[in-house]
């Protein structure tokens, strides 16, 4: 038997409900009921401190009035027109703002934008665009694509084969792939603030996978930056530069994964402006329309574009799309998105913010349980020790504290991730904090 959480509201059977345990939520649900700013309304009228940015995607706040009157002008004009072989003008607006704040500014050159409906489909767009264009350019038996152990790249099929999450993979086939280590070492690295000192070397992992499996059959390797899902796993000073060093020589593109790092997430506009390392390809979603309508976007470099419009000019160059490839009203929030951002400064807001938000989180040190902290941007990982036998049940405890206290974070594993909106305000930051570090004082 089913329990409804109030009377007068729905059964919770018909709703499969998605990364979640549905036996153990619809005993005990959690439901939200409104957003606005930084808070949540539960079903029974709680205020709820979002300490999460919905999922790691409401970076200008919740209920932006310009968007909502964006998606509403849109949805009245023209709600929806096909994308294949038709287009309408505020997809070719969208892509031309987007471009001219690409990752890694004009000289990166990554300003072909393609259109997707979420990170999963950006990630296997940026996959069969990367075999796509290795083909083109006479490099046919490029097809594997080398990942990283602990790399979230969304559901598909190809995001699952270079992700590295086991749960996500027990089950399902894959495509070809391997993986590099991840860069999570807390042996060396525990509680350091921002960038790790040690695991560069970690990066040439890549060049062990060529010698084994032979550069002329991969053709490309793709990382988060940050992985955020896994638990705010950051790479260490120098580790990027490696890859892309090793990727390059090899003749190997280099994708990075930016769906939860892009639009602000660690304090520069993307995380490729922050690490100065320019990929070939930066998969995008989530913070791209607030997370008011679905879509993401893949940006490639103009040569990468470029090699493939090639043939017949009536062929299509790219067999590849989706019915809501640049949906008409997501580009509406999009657009909006974009112009809440400017004005309020918020892609570079996470920077100003970032050494406040680190003292804070690293301040929780020496609390029970806690093993190590992790920052960058507005992006804390707090690891706790597993309980012996339950690994994340004691994660999940702070989490559902946090939440019966008014603020809302993500149990990942034993990590607690933190990732809140890029509006937030000092007090807010240490609200968060206080209600994290009392309910790892109540926790066994
Ligand atoms: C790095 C990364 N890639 C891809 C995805 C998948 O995005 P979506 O859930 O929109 O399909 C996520 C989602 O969290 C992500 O963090």
């Known amino acids: 038997m089913m329990t409804a ?12 409900m998605p990364f979640t345990a549905n036996r153990q939520f619809k005993a005990a649900p959690r439901l939200l009921a409104a957003a606005d700013g930084m808070y949540y309304t539960t079903d029974d009228g709680r205020r709820v401190l979002d300490g999460t940015a919905g999922l790691w995607c409401v970076n200008a706040g919740h209920g932006r009035r310009r968007i909502a009157e964006a ?28 471009a001219a704040i690409a990752p890694g500014g004009p000289e990166a050159q990554l300003d072909r934008v393609f259109f997707t409906g979420s990170g999963s489909e950006s990630v296997e767009t940026a996959l069969k665009i990367a ?23 969304g559901v598909g099929f190809g995001g699952i084969s270079v992700g590295g999450l086991v749960n996500n993979r027990r089950v399902f086939p894959q495509i070809p792939a391997d993986h590099m280590r991840h860069t999570l070492d807390i042996s060396r690295n525990a509680f350091t603030k921002g960038l790790p000192e040690h695991g560069a070397e970690l990066a040439d992992d890549l060049e062990r996978l060529v010698a084994l499996h032979g550069a002329e059959t991969i053709a490309a390797v793709i990382v988060e930056p940050m992985s955020g899902s896994a638990g705010v796993i950051l790479p260490a000073k120098g580790y990027l530069e ?38 070939d390809i930066v998969t995008t ?35 590849h799309g989706y019915t809501y490839s640049g949906h008409p009203v997501a580009c509406a929030a999009g657009l909006a998105t974009l ?11 996470g920077g100003a913010l970032a050494e406040t938000w680190q003292e804070t989180m690293h301040a929780l040190k020496g ?21 012996p036998g339950a690994p994340g049940a004691r994660a999940y ?40 570090a009392e309910a790892l004082r109540r926790v066994a």
């Open 5 to 16: 959480a109030k009377p007068n509201t729905p059964t919770l059977e018909n709703y499969w």
């Open 71 to 98: 998606v509403e002008r849109q949805l009245s004009t023209m709600d929806y027109a096909p994308c294949f072989n038709m287009g309408h003008p505020i997809a070719f607006d969208f892509a031309e703002k987007l």
């Open 131 to 153: 075999i796509a264009y290795q083909r083109a350019i006479g490099q046919g038996t490029r097809t594997r694509i080398i990942g990283r152990e602990k790399a979230y790249h």
């Open 242 to 279: 490696r890859l892309r060093e090793i990727a390059t020589r090899h003749g190997i593109l280099l994708i990075f994964d930016e769906v939860i790092t892009g639009f602000g997430r660690v304090g520069t506009p993307f995380a490729t402006d922050y690490f100065g390392v320019v990929p």
């Open 285 to 319: 979603a989530k913070g791209i329309t607030n997370g008011t309508i679905p879509m993401g976007a893949v940006f490639t470099k103009r040569a990468v574009h470029d090699a493939l419009m090639t043939g017949p000019e009536n062929a299509i160059e790219l067999f």
């Open 339 to 349: 112009e809440v951002y400017a004005e309020e400064n918020l892609l570079t807001r």
């Open 367 to 387: 609390l029970p349980h806690i093993i190590d902290i992790r920052n960058i941007g507005l992006v804390a990982g707090i690891e706790l020790e597993p309980r």
């Open 397 to 436: 405890e702070v989490f559902l504290d946090c939440f019966a206290k008014g603020v809302l974070i993500r149990a990942t594993g034993d990590v607690l991730a933190i990732s809140p909106p890029l509006i937030i305000e000092p007090a807010q930051i240490t609200e968060i904090a206080d209600r994290v």
